[in-house]
């Protein structure tokens, strides 16, 4: 596949004519000092994250996006079908499937890993329409990351940071602030065919030069190797570790509804109020951490302990779903758990308390 | 037969109400589906007996609690409309002032004496305890908020419409308001109570970039410790503390140190 | 991402005519839908059943497969589906996906003698599989069906178990907790009591066991107790459900999705999953 080399100016400028191929999403800032993979309209300000120590000016620096870029694929309050009833009196239903093209720009390695991981997930046993019908259709540009985005970044740790696959276009900084552009896939060629980009003869030269680069150690590390990690967690039963991470839990959700590998969902219906016939069914990003997530009709609750939905969480995450997929970690190590929790309960250090007990044991 | 719903206010400041007349681009289409008997910010009818009555406002004098018994064997459904009914509002926080304190508060220090002796004050002030609709009859469901929230307003009139049963999630404002995408507040330096509160509202005032104030009421169950410790974490001191959980959940909010 | 092949119906219900709507219980009201086409379910399945505008939740199947699109639902009104849907009568249409789930695979239990342990609402599902056993009774060894459920008012299926009574080969013990002053040919007592005194081939016996979380242990330790080992017995658990297809999550106990690899799980598998009788 072919490699280009511009300046990240020029990529944004382009980035701006995509929408005439349809929605076209890209990390803006939002409130003080987040950030909101948005939809990129005409006076979008955007921007690449400075990663050459050459600049002279205060580096631009972004943390991740509160909402994962992935979660475009399959969006809160995402309709499955719509209902109504015909002359004759009989029920017409229509699946909602959402085949627009779109674009995401601008994606981490941690969150591409992410979606394809969730690719994994939704094409297994009996796919998933809805999801795979936004899949299909989009396409993902992802760039490399030179520096953890922020302190609660361990994307090296889990596995990520070097993750390539469901791209098709990555980015590479590169000093001067350019950025090397590569096709990782047909349709992303095909994208690049017309944007009149410099071809770049020494690609290789070109990716030694940007790991040249990247700080080392990568962000937090875990205590002991991934697979190590791994097969800790999912060793882990009873323990004290789970109590001691949610004294101060809130059982709020939180971590679940940022994390770009959780993808449970709940399902609402309703009906129009001008049309009682006519109506949708709705499904809204769900969590496991929440009280009522295992709550069956007649109100038994299979998990009413916090600690027992913390272990769930985290066993998902670094035990069950990596053994089911054997596509390594299902903790992306992104960090947004950690970081948008407001008692700073952080996956990392529960994943490292769980090492730490397993090596007092005899 | 339509249903019949009928809405009566208690003390509080109709807000409530002004919000269901909000919904007008479908009120009409409300109305197709229920009959409306008594609603004072839009009726003067009365009626004898009704499906649904909605109940707005705590309940202060013993009158008022009366009124309230009566409506309750008049109706089906009886729903507590808004932060007044559901847990006492702003008016609640005079239950934890002795009422000389509370009037020495808001008409000054001569004014505890007048209470004392004038009559004309005494009906207003004399009560002991300002109650949520609960506390005095049976409640089938909570439309919470200051004020309530049209859609889930809408949601309960046409689930029990239909023959089947409203359904609020029990989680916090947090769940809407991360579906909403919103930087969290405590991440730019204030903080927020969204964690402990009854959701519902979509997360309203963070995503109009103010913090949750926990008009909804305290989610039942929630860890009120760790809350109050992170407030102190953040530089509040107890009495703001105490301030911002009285703010709106007085009814529900535990002296300190009652918890186990 | 290689393209996958999807079939974009797949949260999308069918429509079924309700062809006859009746109230066994106070708390139990009876389907029978006929659906456009059949369902070709395997005993122990469920559908994931709706009303379109309400809402959706997984309800077992309650009759044994059959291949004239009927299918047969018992729903206990505890929610705010399953209350509209008590209003259902026939002539109104319900929305159906699925067969879902695990089932039972009947040729496992070919010349086997078999237990059924059953407790309240959990004779619903239990149902479809004692249907097909009790109609082919040269294919299958001695039928045991223990039916508990907490007063004569709340008895299920009574004249179909009467029935079933009556055939060779098949032994039906219906108990109740409580007479509450109601007429009662049956026994008083809990579903364990009779697993100590049953005649048991412990070698050929499978149990099949369904009811309310807090039955499973105590029928369990009886089983236990008998030698049955823990290979020959089934469990169908109930979870909460929102697709149907092991994407909403609810419904996953350890690293098992339910609704995927049970709701039917043999008691030996369950073993390593410390969540599933909790």
């Not at chain 1, 993750?163 to 090397?180: C, N, S, V």
């Not at chain 1, 101060?248 to 959700?253: D, E, H, V, Y």
């Not at chain 2, 929230?149 to 947090?174: I, M, T, W, Y």
């Not at chain 2, 309203?204 to 169950?221: F, Q, S």
């Amino acid at each position: 596949m072919r490699g280009f080399l511009t300046t990240r100016a020029t990529v944004l400028d382009w980035l701006h004519t995509l929408d005439q191929l349809g929605d076209v999403f890209f990390p803006q800032p939002m409130g003080e000092s987040s950030f909101r993979f948005d939809k990129v309209r005409k006076h979008s300000l955007l921007a690449f994250e400075d990663f050459d120590a050459t600049s002279t000016e205060k580096p631009f620096r972004a943390s991740t996006c509160v909402q994962p870029p992935g979660k475009k694929l399959s969006p809160n309050n995402e309709q499955i079908f719509h209902f109504s009833k015909n002359e004759n009196g009989e029920y017409q239903l229509t699946p909602t499937l959402d085949d627009r093209q779109r674009i995401l720009a601008g994606v981490r390695p941690c969150d591409l890993k992410a979606i394809h991981l969730m690719d994994r997930i939704n094409s297994d046993g009996i796919p998933d329409a809805h999801y795979l019908s936004r899949r299909q259709n989009t396409t993902i540009i992802a760039h490399d990351c030179l520096q953890p985005c922020d302190q609660h970044c361990f994307c090296d740790a889990t596995g990520s940071l070097r993750w390539r696959e469901g791209a098709d276009i990555f980015l590479t900084p590169q000093p001067e602030a350019k950025l090397l552009i590569e096709a990782l896939t047909e349709r992303g060629e095909q994208l690049l065919a017309d944007a009149g980009f410099t071809p770049c003869k020494n690609i290789e030269g070109r990716k030694t030069l940007a790991e040249a680069q990247r700080t080392k150690p990568f962000g937090r590390q875990f205590n002991a190797p991934l697979q190590q990690v791994i097969d800790t967690v999912s060793n882990s039963g009873e323990s004290p570790v789970w109590d001691k991470h949610v004294e101060r839990c809130f059982s709020c959700g939180t971590c679940n509804l940022v994390c770009p590998t959780c993808y449970c969902f709940d399902v609402q219906d309703d009906f129009n109020v001008d049309d009682p016939d006519s109506g949708q069914r709705t499904r809204s990003w769900d969590g496991c951490m929440l009280e009522a997530f295992a709550v069956v009709a007649g109100g038994h609750n299979f998990r009413p302990q916090l600690a027992a939905r913390q272990r769930h969480r985290i066993k998902r995450k670094l035990a069950w779903l990596p053994a089911r997929f054997g596509d390594g970690s299902f903790c992306v190590g992104c960090g947004r758990c950690g970081h948008q929790c407001t008692v700073d309960i952080d996956i990392f250090d529960i994943a490292n308390d769980l090492l730490a007990t397993a090596e007092t044991k005899p | 037969m339509k249903p019949r719903i009928a809405f009566f206010d208690m003390a509080s400041c109709e807000g409530c109400q002004l919000a269901i007349l909000d919904c007008e681009d479908v009120f009409l289409h409300i109305l197709d589906l229920v009959d409306i008997v008594e609603f004072r910010e839009a009726l003067s009818e009365k009626a004898p007996r009704f499906d649904v009555a909605f109940i707005e406002g705590s309940i202060n004098r013993e009158i008022d609690a009366e009124r309230l018994r009566d409506i309750r064997a008049r109706c089906t459904w009886l729903v507590s409309l808004g932060a007044c009914a559901c847990h006492g509002n702003v008016q609640a926080r005079s239950n934890a002032l002795s009422p000389a304190e509370n009037l020495q508060r808001v008409y000054g220090p001569e004014a505890c004496h007048v209470a004392q002796t004038d009559s004309q004050y005494w009906p207003l002030w004399a009560h002991t305890r300002v109650r949520a609709v609960h506390e005095v009859v049976k409640v089938d469901y909570h439309l919470r908020g200051c004020p309530v929230d049209r859609d889930e307003f809408l949601h309960l009139v046409k689930r029990l419409v239909a023959g089947s049963l409203p359904r609020f999630a029990r989680q916090p404002v947090c769940v809407e308001c991360k579906h909403n995408g919103n930087e969290c507040v405590f991440e730019h330096g204030d903080t927020c109570m969204g964690q402990i509160t009854w959701g519902g509202c979509d997360a309203i005032c963070i995503n109009g970039g103010y913090r949750c104030d926990g008009c909804r009421g305290l989610l039942p169950g929630v860890n009120l410790d760790s809350h109050r410790a992170l407030l102190r974490e953040r530089g509040l001191s107890d009495t703001d503390i105490d301030s911002r959980y009285r703010l709106f959940c007085s009814a529900d909010v535990q002296p300190r140190g009652t918890r186990p | 991402m290689k393209p996958v092949d999807f079939d974009a119906h797949v949260l999308t219900p069918r429509m079924a005519r309700i062809i006859e709507a009746r109230d066994m219980t106070a708390q139990e009201r009876f389907f029978r839908l006929q659906l456009p086409q059949p369902l070709t379910h395997r005993p122990g399945q469920f559908v994931m059943a709706s009303i379109l505008g309400i809402g959706e939740a997984p309800i077992s199947i309650s009759c044994g497969p059959r291949h004239d699109g009927q299918l047969e639902l018992l729903v206990r009104n505890t929610g705010s589906l399953t209350h509209a849907m008590h209003q259902l009568q026939a002539g109104d249409y319900m929305g159906i996906r699925g067969p879902f789930g695990s089932g039972f695979q009947l040729s496992e239990f070919e010349g086997r003698d078999i237990l059924f342990v059953a407790g309240g609402l959990g004779l619903a599902p239990l149902r479809s599989l004692i249907e097909p056993v009790v109609g082919e009774p040269q294919r299958f060894g001695r039928v045991t069906l223990i039916s508990g459920c907490r007063t004569p008012a709340d008895e299920l299926y009574r004249e179909q178990m009467q029935a079933w009574a009556k055939r060779p080969n098949v032994h039906v013990i219906r108990l109740v907790t409580d007479t509450d002053h109601l007429p009662w040919g049956g026994e008083v007592g809990l579903v364990t009591a009779p697993i100590a005194k049953l005649e048991m081939d412990v070698a050929n016996t499978l149990a099949v066991l369904c009811g309310p979380p807090v039955m499973y242990k105590f029928v369990i330790m009886e089983l236990a107790a008998r030698g049955l080992p823990n290979a020959q017995i089934f469990i169908d658990l109930e979870r909460r459900m929102r697709c149907g297809i092991g994407k909403c999550g609810h419904c996953q106990i350890n690293h098992v999705t339910c609704c995927q690899e049970g709701p039917v799980f043999r008691f030996s598998d369950l073993e390593s999953l410390p969540e599933a009788l909790t």
